[in-house]
């Protein structure tokens, strides 16, 4: 291993260095590139989505029930859910507050509620809860995906060993899911050696200039043979404290919603979006889902057909309303219908420039309707307001596109390297930051690029710097 700094390593590697940013346009474009693919078929004997949604929704009942309570119950914009707020709430739920703290932190994982600067929200998958089985199952994958989170590691560990053990997870989880019933703790921790030692072989690094000289001998850390097996006790206790698989004396078994989520993570696709039908009729959010799928063009028609069913007044209303919402993907696609609105829009988008979430949409629309090209136009926008858009985007395309696209949507920010662009977007304090880290880390084939983001993750999610 070198002697550099953890974040002089991060800076250095050439693998952590992001392309030449792509113009903001392109990645607004993200979400809705490939939609037109089929999706593969899941495995024989996957149950049917009504049936995974609701194992999701009892592993999450909880979570749910402290987020209405927290979010909605208590009033729109509450306050923080400090203390005092989580006794009223073991109270009024008739929870421990254990179970309130554990469904709380899970709440958030999950994408049920939102925290913007001192109050709290429903996100949007809170509200499309009980009607929407697709908005269910991408909450629990972002709770599965965050299962470290969930279940805190042992202490006494380096933090370097957690999240080695954490990378090799996937491996551990390919093999139960191939196996397709139970399969011994022995077998698995033979795998997650030879993972560990695979990366500790791809992470080999020469020291490069003039060494120091050496130390004073300090005590040899403990080896793989004593820390590895109570760390696979560590992570299998904490995927089947999120519903993944279930334990057994010295074995695990994948759920149902287990094996459905690797085979979701080993195919890289997400739950399709619900095709169009009837958009004219719908109302501005129910008519841009149904446009989700397709490609700008036929978009466009649509958009121009809703609108002219309805007065320009209330159909820009109707679609600044719906950008205030919580659906990312839905914020992006309201803005690309003002376009089409043009000028009988300006005022709205104007005013909805004041709004922090909206703020650099609406700049972005306002420059390319006096003229900027589209792909200049993010010159408007400041450093925070660019970095602020790259996260809400990515959280579009978290729980609308393909893990693929996640990816590549890395090549859009305007930072130069992988450490810089965590430092910012940990500064900007976008409320879906923890999520969308999460999913990246979770989506990127590169390990050391997402172990960076992993911990910037977990750092985020405990208040660290």
Known sequence: MTSRKPDEQLARNSRLRLVRPRPLTTARRA?????????????????????????????????????????????????????????????????????????????????????????????????????????????????????????????????????????????VLSLLQLSAGPVLVPALLDLLRQRVAELHEERCEVP?????????????????????????????????????????????????????????????????????????????????????????????????????????????????????????????LAFEALRVVGAPAEAGVRAAADEPSLRPYALLWLAEYEGADPDDAADVLTREESTWLWVDTAAAVADHGESDLLVRHLDSAVQGNVPALLDEVRAVGHPRTVQVLVALAAAHPDPALAKAVRRAAFQVHTGGS
């Open 208 to 332: 490069y200039g003039p060494q120091p000289a050496p130390t004073e001998p300090t005590a040899p850390e403990p080896p793989d043979e004593i820390l590895l097996p109570p760390l696979l006790d560590w992570a299998l206790e904490g995927l089947a404290a999120v519903g993944a698989l279930t334990l057994g004396k010295g074995q695990a078994t994948l759920t149902p919603l287990g094996n459905w989520a690797v085979w979701v993570k080993l195919e890289q696709i997400c739950v399709a979006a619900q095709s169009p039908a009837g958009n004219i009729e719908q109302s501005a959010q129910h008519m841009l889902r149904g446009c989700a799928r397709l490609t700008p063009g036929p978009a466009r028609a649509e958009y121009r057909a809703w609108l002219a069913a309805r007065t320009v007044g209330s159909a820009v209303t109707e679609l600044l309303t719906v950008a205030r919402g919580e659906d990312a993907l839905l914020r992006g």
């Open 31 to 171: 979400v809705t590139d490939g939609r037109n693919r089929p999706a593969p078929r899941p495995p024989e004997g996957t149950p049917p989505t009504a049936e995974l949604a609701r194992q999701a929704r009892e592993v999450l009942a909880d979570a749910v029930r402290i987020a209405r309570w927290a979010a909605v119950d208590r009033g729109s914009g509450a306050g923080p859910f400090g203390a005092s707020a989580q006794e009223r709430a073991a109270a009024a739920l008739e929870l421990t507050p254990d179970q309130v703290r554990a469904g709380w932190d899970r709440a958030r994982l999950a994408g049920l509620v939102e925290l913007h600067g001192g109050t709290v929200r429903p996100g949007w998958r809170l509200q499309a809860w009980d009607r929407d089985d697709s908005a269910v199952q991408r909450g629990w994958v972002a709770l599965f995906d965050a299962w470290s989170l969930v279940h805190p590691a042992p202490e006494d560990v380096e933090a370097s060993t957690v999240a080695e053990v954490v990378e090799a997870v996937p491996q």
